[in-house]
């Protein structure tokens, strides 16, 4: 129902005191406040206090930040971001301003504007003689090696390729130095960009959807370091230069484990067998679909304990050095809709971390606050962007668009002492100047171990700035080695490994050394750093993946296992297997939230190529996830190479039940939607050795397998266990999944006796589509009232599926057996698209027109406005329009926790505001990802379905249609039809009468959990 985003509404002012007048006249729970009262209203800890750094109309529309090396503030003003419709204003510009504070009072009192040219403008970031500027389709570089703020020409692209189209919030941001010398940033997951250097061709180009990414200034180089989510707009790293990442609507917090593939909020990703994924890094959400939804997302209700909403933006790990010591390696986000700043606790857990959900630091009392980004300065303290607007997030305000609103907050803490810039923060004589670039080479060493993580930074930095331009760093080399060894803190340590990397100085030979360094941090990241792209092969190089196979056997930490597991994506795949069966013996990471999966990532590409290199790897394995993994990427290649998975076969048939559980599970989801598959030699003795003696779990899989092998026995007890109404309803169902799957010759007559059984009869419905028998409909309309809200709308989707059932449908609906607000307008499309005059008639007279240009959509969207008014919204029925949301929006969509998960979880949209809602529903298909798009399925059986194309393999396809995720063979297909709608249907309320679609919307609109009538 939802397209769930995460955009600003915009505002045009000439400035407060021009704007004030307009804007104080709104509703005053909705009125703006004016900068300083802003920052008195809001809420913050003892010892903090909240300032104003800077305001409309010295800033305007706030989206990004970064600092100089003089500790100036630069930010990028984004005034091209425009209303739903227009998306980009490219009639506009954007700008990149610099902000200064000269007197060191904590406000800005200078003000230049660096570049006024830029559209789409995200990402701002300083280094290497000029400012790199993401701005879709581009990443650019503007040059100003005198440091003057003056371009010394136009901007170099140094790639393109990035969407500039209906990402929107989802489009590329995110720039930020990374420990390792690269330049990372961030991608949403709405569209694919293909990325490379201006020219590239698509071979060259590196895909990126929901993803963070990294690109190195001097070798330009760009990467994917992991995916997944859903809109990342916020990173950093904490004292042991481990990255996280923020997110939106799903789970929120997540630890960027180079190589790894995350949870989705939804689609495919773009590499196939991916078979599981990794989920998020926090124990908690900070909004709850099972709670009143006021607990979790209303900033001004005082019950706020969840923190404020499902949307986050901007993060940072204060390692700032003058706030107490509570908040050291704290994480901090802002929480979009919950107007607050949420504090995170990471705690080792496993391989890596857990977040522990803390108090959170402030609340913001303007109702315009939108904070963007937050980070620590030069002083310590902290600089808070706020775009500063009156929509949600999603472009519904009446008053049109604001752009010449912003502030930026200064958070600081009376702990430290007022300081005045850089000068003032590092006293050396060389540093008067107020700018780091004048330190020298010593000067930038000592920095690394300034208490300040700002000073580090920018000194690593521009140290390899210097090691980049052929500067000898020969002594700046020996004074970290030496400082390195006699450091006494694992994050001292790593600080001066990153600065000796960053300067040229850690060779192969001395990140060998450190593999064994007592503090598993310190492994870490020698292993990340020799396996760094452009490393000369000499033989430390060349013995690497001897030596960290020999490590993995031994280790005993699992962070350094974590980091050998993503190490094997970046060796070559024939030498992955020594390391990946040293890993694979650790049982101990059997239940690790990451180490299987990381592992599998590694060793699937090696599966593809070497399936016996994957049969030793899975006959080895002591850890559940790869071993069931690798059986079912055996498995789904049986028809090329049988030898393999017979092979396995072979080897289990002495093995552990948990080992044949592992290996039938994994060819039982392999051989998903099979119909037919050729019997290995070794499966006959391994089923019955299994179905004589073995747990009830290895038994039905193998009754699964054997009827897909062809295997009487198994069919016959399936047949059995369908049709014994003593069994339980679940093993009914389950068994009768699988005949369907089978579909042996005396299936229909099967699923006509069980229609009418409970247990079984949404199964037995679904298994009717593959029959085109004109008794069909019938049967379904007698059972239709005594059906699950799930159930019928499988009915309804199988009575569309062919011409003569639709006709059925019909004549249900006109009798009133069927409601009509059960009929979708995507169903009713489906029976248009028939093309039969008579049905297309008919379906005009039972269920009504079918509106789809722009111009009924705006004239729907004017009536529904007039119809939902806020007087006859009060005066619905809210259990009433609970019950319709079961109906018509249950099957695919969550609302407190009740429905289905096809489509996103409604508890967290944007419902709350009617233009919304009615922008989602009247025109779902507007902003539809590209790999989240329906297609017309035309199968040989002579049905239709309406489905999103969710995984391939070479035998079969994996759909999810609005009622169920189905595997069929490819030969069953006649053709793909491909379109650019979403699989949520348009005009649903055109099916449902004017009180059913008032209550609906008033129930939507609700804030509350609503009893059933």
């Known amino acids: 129902m ?5 955009g600003h509404r915009h505002v045009l002012l000439t400035g407060w005191g021009l704007a004030g007048a307009a804007i104080l ?15 008195r209203a809001a809420t913050v800890p ?6 104003l750094f800077a305001a409309e109309p010295e800033v305007t529309q706030p989206v990004a930040m970064a600092f100089d090396d003089r500790g100036r503030l630069w930010v990028v003003e984004c005034h091209t971001y425009a209303d739903l419709k227009t998306n980009y204003d490219t009639n506009r510009h954007d700008r990149i301003v610099i902000l200064e504070d000269t007197d060191g009072d904590g406000r800005m009192d200078r003000r230049q504007v660096f570049w006024d040219r830029g559209q789409r403008v995200t990402s701002v970031e300083i280094g290497f003689g000029g400012v790199w500027v993401l701005c879709a389709p581009q990443m650019v570089f503007i040059p100003d090696r005198n440091g003057d703020d003056v371009p010394d020409g136009p901007p170099e692209p140094l790639l393109d390729g990035w969407d500039a189209g209906p990402v929107r919030h989802n489009i590329v941001n995110g720039l930020k130095w990374g420990p390792d010398g690269w330049l990372y940033g961030r991608h949403g997951i709405q569209a694919t960009s293909h990325v490379g250097a201006p020219g590239a061709s698509a071979f060259e180009r590196v895909p990126l959807n929901c993803a963070i990414w990294r690109f190195h200034p001097v070798h330009r180089r760009l990467e994917v370091v992991c995916q997944g989510g859903t809109n990342p707009w916020g990173h950093d790293w904490d004292d042991y230069g481990e990255l996280f990442f923020i997110n939106t609507v799903i789970g929120h917090l997540w630890h960027g484990i180079p190589g790894a593939w995350f949870k989705r909020m939804y689609g495919e990703h773009l590499a196939p067998r991916r078979y599981a994924l990794i989920d998020q890094h926090a124990d908690h959400y900070h909004w709850d679909t099972g709670k009143n939804w006021t607990d979790s997302r209303d900033a001004g209700a005082g019950a706020d304990a969840l923190g404020g909403g499902h949307a986050h933006s901007g993060l940072m790990i204060y390692l700032g050095g003058v706030w107490p010591d509570a908040y050291h390696n704290a994480l901090f986000t802002l929480n979009f809709h919950g107007r607050r700043i949420n504090q995170e606790k990471l705690v080792f857990q496993g391989s890596g971390y857990v977040a522990r959900h803390q108090p959170d630091l402030v609340k913001f009392a303007d109702p315009w606050f939108r904070g963007i980004e937050l980070a620590y300065g030069p002083d310590g303290q902290v600089l808070i962007l706020d775009w500063s607007d009156t929509g949600e997030c999603h472009e519904n305000d009446a008053d049109g668009v604001h752009r010449e609103t912003g502030r930026i907050y200064r958070l600081s803490h009376s702990a430290a002492p007022p300081r005045q810039g850089v000068a003032a923060t590092w006293n050396e004589t060389t540093l008067r100047q107020g700018n780091l670039a004048a330190a020298s080479d010593a000067e930038l060493a000592a920095l690394q171990a300034h ?3 700002w000073f580090v930074r920018h000194a690593r930095r521009l140290l390899q700035e210097r090691a980049a331009a052929g500067r000898d760093l020969t002594d700046v080399r020996r004074t970290l080695r030496e400082q390195l060894a006699a450091a006494g803190t694992v994050p001292a340590k790593l600080r001066l490994l990153w600065a000796l990397h960053a300067g040229g100085g850690a060779t192969p030979e001395f990140l060998a050394g450190l593999l064994r360094d007592p503090a598993p941090q310190i492994r870490v990241w020698a292993i990340r750093l020799l396996l760094e792209p452009g490393r000369e092969v000499n033989a430390p190089v060349q013995a690497l993946p001897a030596r960290l196979a020999a490590l993995a056997a031994t280790e005993n930490s699992p962070m350094v296992r974590l980091a050998l597991a993503s190490a094997l994506q970046k060796l070559p795949l024939e030498e992955r297997e020594p390391l990946a069966a040293a890993l694979l013996a650790r049982a101990e990471d059997n239940q690790d939230h990451n180490i299987p999966l990381m592992l599998w990532y590694g060793v699937e590409p090696l599966a593809a190529a070497d399936p016996k290199a994957a049969l030793r790897l899975a006959q080895a394995s002591q850890l559940t996830k790869p071993r069931q993994f690798l059986a079912r990427k055996l498995a789904e290649d049986l028809n090329r190479s049988p030898g393999p ?3 396995l076969l072979v080897f289990a048939v002495k093995a552990d039940p948990v080992f044949q559980a592992d290996l039938l599970r994994g060819m039982s989801e392999a051989l998903r939607g099979w119909r037919k598959a050729p019997q290995p030699a070794a499966w006959e003795h391994l089923a019955k050795t299994v179905g004589d003696q073995g747990p009830e779990e290895l038994r039905r899989l193998v009754r699964e397998l054997g009827v897909v092998f062809g295997d009487g026995r198994a069919l016959a007890e399936l047949r059995a266990l369908a049709l014994n109404r ?3 309803a679940e093993t009914r169902a389950a068994a009768l999944r699988q005949l369907v799957e089978a579909r042996p010759p005396d299936l229909q007559p099967i699923l006509e006796k069980l229609i009418n059984d409970s247990a079984t009869a949404g199964v037995a419905i679904r298994g009717l589509g593959f029959f085109n028998d004109p008794d069909i409909p019938e049967m379904v309309l007698k059972v239709f009232p005594k059906l699950s809200a799930e159930d019928q709308a499988a009915a309804i989707s199988l009575l569309v599926s062919r011409p003569g059932f639709a006709a059925e449908l019909l004549e249900a609906v006109a009798q009133g057996r069927v409601p009509r607000p059960l009929v979708n307008a995507s169903q009713a499309r ?3 698209g028939y093309g039969r005059e008579n049905l297309t008639r008919r379906l005009r007279e039972v269920w009504g027109e079918i509106r789809a240009t722009d111009t009924a959509k705006q004239e729907a969207m004017n009536r529904y406005r007039r119809l939902f008014a806020p007087e006859r919204l009060k005066a619905a029925n809210l259990a009433q329009g609970r019950e319709v949301f079961s109906q018509a929006c249950g099957v695919c969509h ?21 233009d919304y809602l009615l922008e989602n529903i009247l025109d779902p298909s507007a902003m539809v990802p590209a790999d989240y798009r329906a297609a017309f399925v035309h199968l040989k059986d002579e049905r239709e379905l309406s489905a999103v194309i969710l995984d391939r393999t070479d035998r079969t396809i994996t759909l999810q249609t609005a009622t169920e995720k189905l595997t069929v063979e490819q030969s069953e297909i006649r053709q793909i039809a491909p379109s650019n709608v979403s699989l949520m249907p348009e005009g649903l309320l055109e099916g449902l009468t004017e009180s059913q679609a008032l209550n609906l919307i008033a129930y939507l609109m609700h804030t509350n959990q609503v009893r059933r009538p």
């Open 46 to 51: 003892e010892g903090f206090r909240l300032d």
């Open 645 to 647: 998975i017979n092979d």
């Open 2 to 6: 939802a397209r769930v985003m995460f």
């Open 451 to 453: 208490p300040n993580e």
């Open 25 to 39: 006249a709104a509703a005053d729970s909705d009125r703006l406040l004016a900068p300083a009262e802003a920052a």
């Open 894 to 914: 969550k609302l407190y926790g009740e429905g289905g998960s096809i489509g996103p979880d409604l508890t967290g949209s944007g419902r709350s505001h009617l």
């Open 726 to 728: 003593q069994a339980e």
């Open 830 to 832: 489906q029976i248009q």
